[in-house]
């Protein structure tokens, strides 16, 4: 059957037996856990505990701290990597390194989907390695990566941590009432202060840093009928939770990069692109100068 045919679902499941297949050519497989950064990237890191469990992988758990360390405890073992943004312009400042560290002494390092840029120096060296294997989350990585020769395309692991049934569309009527989150980044991975806007004082809540943990973090999009964001994991949740989202692309088109492959035209009915003069008709932002 041709790719553009097949279901969010069952392209998991192909994406995802390929992985497992690869991931179970030879020696054990420790999961790297206890990940640097937000919200967000624990998300990831459940979605791809699921992808292995669901598909029989047998892991053992291997902490950042324990692969820094004591990294001889991978020798003639493959790590596997959780789907990660640290391999970014602006955010690349460990994760390279400690694989970079890893890969002298596993037999594999496997990076599952992630988003890449090669031509941030450190990162380019630690996918140089013979032993790295990178697999993207969205082609524009691919095509950065493949002609390295062992780069791979599949999803990114964070949709895993949901039910691949596909959501029915939000009611808007649960018990916490009909409500709008808004989820807008509080970083330097904003665009909106760099193009003279800023968010209005009240309105705003960034529960990938503000959420106390994971299931928080979810709750508050479970309760909202509708979601406007500019993070990609808040997005991808609001999508596979059946919600309404509207996003702002952040830097690089990450959104609307990620959502033509993951998503195609699956669920073009409940995300919908935004930009700031529509954000701004909805009292979210205002122009920096009328703050």
Not at 28 to 49: A, H, S, Y
Not at 184 to 202: E, K, M, N, P, Y
Request: overall charge positive; aromatic content about 8%.
């Amino acid at each position: 059957m041709n790719q553009s045919a097949l279901s969010l679902r069952e392209r998991a499941d192909r994406y995802g037996a390929a992985i497992r297949s690869f991931l179970q050519q030879d020696g054990p497989v420790f999961l790297l856990t206890e990940m640097k950064g937000n919200i967000g990237d624990r998300l990831i890191q459940r979605g791809t505990e699921r992808l292995l469990d669901s598909h029989a992988v047998p892991y053992d758990r291997l902490s950042v701290a324990a692969v820094a360390r004591t990294p001889h405890r991978l020798v003639g073992a493959t790590l596997a990597v959780p789907g990660s943004g640290a391999w970014t312009t602006r955010w690349h400042q460990w994760l390279p390194d400690l694989v970079l560290l890893a890969s002298a002494h596993a037999d594999r390092v496997v990076v599952l989907p992630s988003s890449f840029d090669i031509a941030v120096p450190v990162v380019g060296r630690a996918l140089s390695q013979p032993n790295v294997y990178p697999i993207c989350r969205e082609p524009r990585s691919f095509r950065q990566l493949r002609t390295r020769g062992r780069a791979a395309l599949a999803l990114d692991p964070a949709l895993y941590a949901f039910d691949f049934r596909t959501p029915g569309a939000s009611s808007g009527a649960d018990r916490f009432g009909r409500r709008t989150l808004v989820a807008l980044r509080t970083d330097r991975g904003s665009g909106l202060q760099a193009h003279g806007w800023s968010i209005v004082d009240g309105v705003n809540d960034d529960i990938s840093v503000t959420a106390s943990d994971l299931d928080s973090f979810l709750a508050a999009i479970s309760g909202s009928a509708r979601v406007v964001t500019d993070r990609l994991h808040v997005a991808v949740a609001g999508v596979m939770l059946g919600k309404h989202v509207d996003y702002l692309d952040p830097y690089d088109l990450k959104i609307s990069t990620y959502a033509r492959f993951a998503f195609r035209d699956e669920f073009d009915d409940r995300l919908v692109q935004r930009d700031e003069r529509w954000l701004e008709k909805q009292a979210i932002v205002q122009s920096a100068g009328g703050a």
